[in-house]
């Protein structure tokens, strides 16, 4: 009996820490993809974000990320010898690409030219 419990914990710790492993991985992709695609992102924004609520700008530059970041998804994964990147990895990159995109455009502007709060 106290062998059975024991298994029994050495699986439900072998669960946990496999699945935290593979937040870990998918951070870290999560995080590569969102950084190689910035740039890009940046040079596809084409209109003044200084008119747009932070809102309407998260919203602008994440209609323009979505492309670059799916794109660049496609890329790492073949990099990496996987078929695809799991959906919740591409859309948390997306979210940290968006974020990265406007904080960045934030930053760099007069304070005159920040965008208004949404």
Do not use: C
């Amino acid at each position: 009996m106290v062998v059975f419990l024991i298994m029994i914990a050495i699986i439900a710790f072998a669960r946990v820490f496999l699945m935290s492993s593979k937040k870990v991985v998918s951070d870290q992709f999560a995080r590569a993809l969102s950084e190689r695609s910035v740039g890009q992102v940046r040079g596809r924004l084409k209109s003044d974000l200084s008119n747009m609520s932070t809102a309407e700008a998260r919203g602008y530059v994440r209609a323009r990320a979505l492309g670059v970041v799916r794109n660049q998804a496609h890329i790492l994964a073949a990099e990496a010898g996987q078929e695809a990147l799991p959906e919740e990895v591409v859309m948390h990159a997306l979210e940290r690409t968006v974020h990265l995109v406007v904080r960045h455009w934030m930053t760099t502007q007069a304070p005159s030219e920040a965008v208004r709060a949404g």
